[in-house]
């Protein structure tokens, strides 16, 4: 118990309540149940992308496009949507997962066979799936009146009070936890960044591990994509554009070490929601939405130097007493 | 006679300096460059005109100058995400003195001030509290830009005296803009800095051996500082030469160069992993992605498709080795 109120995820818990109560303490309606709900609705989409980054940075890698996944295959969802208004929605969530993976495969190849460092192999699928959008749309947009009813209620349908969306969201959760807990390729996501030399003498194969992480993060974009793309009734080339830095940061809030192998599902799941109330906030205070990247970017970097120091490396301080001694 | 006479085969391993040149990244992007410009000539006959490749080295001095200070950032082992918002924050920073009536000598000043303190800045977050670069520079990138945004909103910053604007439209002779002589300039002064001063070799021990590079007495975290603050430097000189170009400043200045900004360094042969690289490798670059910019242009294909083939260049440049030693026999 002690440890756990000395953890990071404490530590969100306890700033998530301050800062809850301090808009409170001037805007009651902002926490009432039925707005939290809304809130936590508005973060579904961030949440789902930030477990998926979440294995990914946990194998030292890191996976920057995911948000030109997400609006690639919204893209291709409204689009088949237009064209053929019949196809049910469990197709399109197939298709839609199925593309996110081969997407997130194609990284993931990369990276595993080719060995090209993930920032690089990412940087550029970013702006090639990002371009991708433009090719096939003509830079037109779909709009809701092009999409079917059944399309666009998905994401909305209510299930005891709360939406599709979150539900999605929850249940993806849940999947994580037992996944990180208890399945050997969870432990090997932490195996693999741990120690990467460790890994293989105990018979994980570094790179496949990596590649399954950037499957998984492609999957969890995909369907995002189309629950987007569902949710706003709008697709075209820009949607959520910048939203792999919301989704790294929210990892890194959540106390995901870049370095790999250190931080936990719960850790992400509450810097996502940090950053989601952060948002909805603010127009409710009256804070103009512009100051929205400023208050990311400082707690990016408020959260990795909090990291950094919880998690000193015990081999310098041998190096500096050596130095010390000669 | 049996054949255990005649000379055995020796390989010749040790190549001559001259085929070491042919083999290397340098030459082989050159070729590139050359045939780009061959392929561009065919394809549109507005090609082959002083005045149009005048306008083409436009769309990479600007990238270009930052680019040499991050390939010694990148070599050294550490990368800057931040350029382009620092670029936003110089910007706005000279567009609210311009309200304030600076004229041109107090402008270029803050400009480059303003990207003096934000490499500062993230200097002092990587090497003072011992960050990842990668995770600091995401965050500062947010944050400058989010500076601009919270400073403009949605509005714009005008009226920069008429003297500013030589900066990113004058010529210095005929064709030879200002920009691309201060190009060229920075070009060589980066290129003796790398390659011929001990700094530049220190550059080189930090990335392939950061912990070796500081038992031989070389002060890490201060080369690292330094090379923080000349991108910095470069970003917000980047920043006076855009915003006079365009005469007005949004938010959304430069946004995304980033990417092509680490693209030109890496496509210029230098290792993403840090210890190896070229200035002329850069620069050699910095033509290739402005003729396959400048060529798509005149072929009125699109920014958005443009940033395809950027991207493909960026990835195919990376495999294409890679594969060839995967497969060769």
């Known amino acids: 118990m002690t440890a756990f109120l000395k953890s990071r995820e404490a530590i969100l818990l306890g700033a998530i309540a301050v800062l809850l109560a301090l808009i409170a303490s001037r805007f009651p309606a902002f926490v009432e149940p039925s707005n939290l709900a809304r809130v936590f609705t508005d973060t579904s989409p961030l949440i789902i992308l930030a477990l998926g980054q979440t294995v990914v940075i946990l194998t030292r890698c890191i996976d920057l496009s995911v948000a030109a996944n997400l609006a690639l295959t919204g893209m291709v969802c409204a689009m088949l949507n237009a064209a053929m208004p019949g196809v049910p929605v469990a197709a399109i969530l197939l298709l ?45 947009w779909v709009n809701a009146h092009e999409m079917s009813p059944a399309f666009t209620g998905f994401p909305r349908f209510d299930i005891l009070g709360l939406p599709m969306l979150a539900w999605i969201a929850i249940l993806v959760a849940a999947l994580f936890f037992v996944m990180i807990a208890r399945t050997p390729l969870g432990r090997a996501f932490y195996a693999v960044g741990g120690n990467p030399g460790a890994a293989v003498y105990t018979g994980i194969d570094v790179g496949r591990t990596q590649f399954m992480a950037f ?21 075209y080339v820009d ?3 910048g939203f792999e830095l919301e989704v790294v940061a929210a990892c890194v809030i959540g106390g995901i070490s870049i370095a790999g192998g250190a931080g936990t599902i719960l850790g992400t799941i509450l810097g996502a929601l940090f950053l989601g109330i952060v948002k909805n906030a603010l127009p409710v205070v009256n804070i103009s939405p512009f100051w929205q990247m400023a208050i990311s970017g400082t707690a990016i970097i408020v959260a990795v130097a909090f990291n950094a120091r919880s998690s000193r490396s015990k081999g310098r301080i041998i190096l500096k007493s050596a130095e010390g001694h000669a | 006679m049996t054949d255990a006479a005649s000379p055995r085969h020796v390989p010749n391993r040790l190549q001559s300096p001259a085929a070491r040149l042919l083999k290397s990244w340098e030459v082989l992007l050159l070729a590139v460059a050359v045939a780009i410009f061959i392929a561009n000539s065919l394809a549109s006959p507005y090609f082959l005109n002083a005045w149009n490749l005048s306008d083409a080295t436009f769309n990479f001095t600007e990238k270009a100058m930052i680019a040499f200070a991050m390939a010694l950032l990148i070599i050294s082992g550490e990368i800057d995400l931040s350029v382009a918002s620092i670029i936003a924050l110089a910007s706005t920073a000279m567009g609210a003195a311009v309200q304030m009536g600076a004229g041109t000598p107090e402008l270029v000043v803050i400009g480059i001030v303003t990207g003096l303190l934000c490499g500062a800045f993230n200097g002092v977050l990587v090497t003072g509290l011992g960050l990842p670069s990668i995770v600091v520079t995401i965050g500062t990138m947010s944050l400058f830009r989010g500076i601009s945004y919270i400073v403009l909103g949605d509005q714009a910053y005008r009226g920069y005296p008429s003297g500013f604007s030589y900066f990113g439209q004058g010529y210095v002779w005929w064709v030879i803009s200002f920009e691309f002589v201060l190009f060229a300039v920075l070009a060589v002064i980066y290129g003796v800095l790398l390659h011929k001063t001990n700094f530049g070799r220190m550059v080189y021990a930090i990335g392939n051996n950061a912990t070796g590079a500081a038992f031989s007495g070389i002060k890490v975290a201060r080369v690292k500082f330094i090379l923080f603050l000349l991108t910095g430097l470069m970003s917000g000189i980047a920043a006076i030469c855009l915003t006079s170009r365009l005469g007005s400043t949004r938010p959304s200045i430069a946004f995304g160069w980033e990417l092509e900004v680490v693209t030109m360094v890496v496509l210029g042969g230098v290792s993403i992993l840090g210890g190896s690289g070229t200035i002329p490798g850069v620069v050699i670059a910095a033509f290739v992605m402005g003729l396959v910019t400048f060529g798509l242009g005149l072929l009125n294909v699109p920014g958005i498709v443009m940033s395809i083939f950027i991207g493909l260049l960026l990835i195919g440049v990376i495999a294409l080795p890679r594969l060839w030693q995967k497969w060769r026999p």
């Open chain 1, 239 to 241: 949607i959520a554009g």
């Open chain 1, 215 to 235: 499957v998984i993060s492609g999957a969890l974009a995909g369907l995002t994509g189309y629950l987007w793309v569902a949710r706003y009734s709008v697709a």
């Open chain 1, 96 to 140: 839609a997962v199925a593309m996110g993976a081969v997407m997130g495969a194609i990284n993931g190849v990369m990276v595993w066979k080719l060995s090209i460092p993930p920032i690089v192999v990412t940087l550029g699928t970013m702006t090639i799936y990002r371009g991708l959008i433009f090719v096939i749309s003509d830079g037109a």
